[in-house]
């Protein structure tokens, strides 16, 4: 994709990347992802994050900045605001082509240059509101943003075209395919964003809520006209709104959470299945929306979203040889990882010999925060009576939500 230019001396250079791989090793991305730079050009030039060498990521970057006649030996400042991989994979062959550059971060930040790329000269680690004059009325402020998500993240500010460059907040899966802005995308096309922003969140940024309400409230006295985050589209025609659904998403933390219910499943044989159908009678007869997801058909990513914005949960899963369902017991976990935290749970479940995922169970979901009704097991095919006990708990289930 060619640098796409903010302001005439503030530019964006987005690297769509297609690949099967999973992004951090877990999340799939069928639509891609976007690795964004940005080049900011006083009468000294900053280079704001790098890319990843996946897919020629690099040489992409090199024919941007050679469009508008620069190059990474042109570049006096690299700006790292955060060191994960996919926005700093290429430092070491950057600073093979360019040895002058500055290397700015903050402190933790620096830590991570030094042990991830064995780079220890020519850095510089900045702190707070420390700020950086590149000369021809370009200023950029530095605010650290801890946990947003890695303990060393900053966003950098430029004062004169208003842009906040959020690195990995407000971003989103998804590639951009030639346009940039969000007010390049139609509606339908935003809320499919949206959707990617929500499964980005819950993945990516979810364990650190609480971090990214103090970092927007941090920065809250900033007149944003642009943000610049490290994946997806820049925001200038509706800043507000995506600041107002990352608070949202934030809040989905401490309970508040949409009226809805994430049902969660898996059967070896069907007669789980049974119950959860008679569950999702009952819901659909309190007209309360839900979503329902199959483990392991569906890939954990997808069903953490769901859960994440749900106020209520359906656990349903029968007992595997005395203990939970493998891939329940794995779903679990991501969500006692990611802090799924103040919901309204039903767990159901069959068992043939004997019992046993209840006790796992319980066990497993101890530091959730969760409003647990009482569970319903029954063993093997579920007669009559038990549809009619699980029908009944998906009702008390969706009026607890509806309240």
Not at 171 to 197: C, I, M, P, Y
Not at 336 to 358: D, E, F, P, Y
Request: include cysteine; hydrophobic fraction near 40%.
């Amino acid at each position: 994709m060619k640098i796409v230019a903010l302001s005439d001396a503030l530019f964006c250079i987005p690297v769509d990347v297609h690949t099967a791989d999973l992004f951090e090793g877990i999340w799939p991305i069928p639509g891609g992802v976007t690795l964004n730079a940005y080049l900011v050009k006083g009468e000294k030039t900053a280079l704001i994050d790098l890319v990843q060498d996946r897919q020629d990521a690099p040489k992409q970057v090199e024919e941007a900045l050679a469009s508008i006649g620069a190059d990474f030996g042109a570049v006096d400042y690299l700006i790292l605001n955060h060191l994960e991989p996919d926005h700093t994979g290429w430092l070491r062959q950057f600073r093979e082509k360019n040895p002058k550059a500055e290397i700015i971060a903050t402190a933790k930040g620096i830590n991570l240059v030094k042990s991830f790329y064995k780079i220890e000269a020519g850095l510089r680690a900045v702190k707070d509101g420390e700020t950086l004059d590149l000369g021809g009325g370009k200023m950029l402020t530095f605010f650290e943003t801890p946990n947003i998500h890695w303990p060393e993240t900053m966003m950098t500010w430029e004062s004169s075209t208003g842009t906040l460059f959020s690195c990995d907040a407000f971003g989103s899966f998804g590639v951009l395919e030639g346009r940039l802005f969000d007010d390049e995308f139609s509606q339908t096309e935003l809320a499919a964003f949206e959707n990617e922003t929500l499964r980005y969140y819950a993945n990516i940024v979810a364990s650190f809520s609480s971090f990214v309400e103090k970092g927007i409230q941090k920065l809250s006295g900033l007149s944003i006209a642009y943000i610049a985050p490290s994946h997806g589209m820049v925001w200038r025609k509706d800043v507000a709104g995506i600041i107002s659904r990352y608070l949202r998403y934030a809040s989905y933390s401490k309970g508040s959470a949409e009226k809805e219910i994430a049902l969660v499943w898996s059967s070896m044989y069907g007669n789980t299945k049974k119950g959860l159908d008679a569950v999702i009678a009952g819901i659909e007869r309190e007209g309360v929306p839900y979503s329902l997801h199959r483990a392991p058909n569906d890939n954990v990513s997808y069903i953490l979203a769901d859960a994440f914005k749900s106020a209520g949960l359906v656990i349903a899963m029968p007992t595997y040889e005395y203990a939970m369902f493998p891939p329940m017991a794995y779903v679990i976990d991501i969500f006692r990882r990611k802090h799924i935290h103040h919901k309204t749970v039903l767990r159901i479940g069959s068992w043939g010999w004997s019992g046993g995922a209840q006790k796992e169970y319980d066990a497993a979901i101890a530091g959730l925060k969760w409003n647990s009704l009482a569970p319903f097991e029954w063993t093997g095919n579920p007669s009559p009576q038990d549809l009619a006990v699980l029908e009944s708990r998906g009702r008390e289930l969706a009026q607890a939500i509806k309240v």
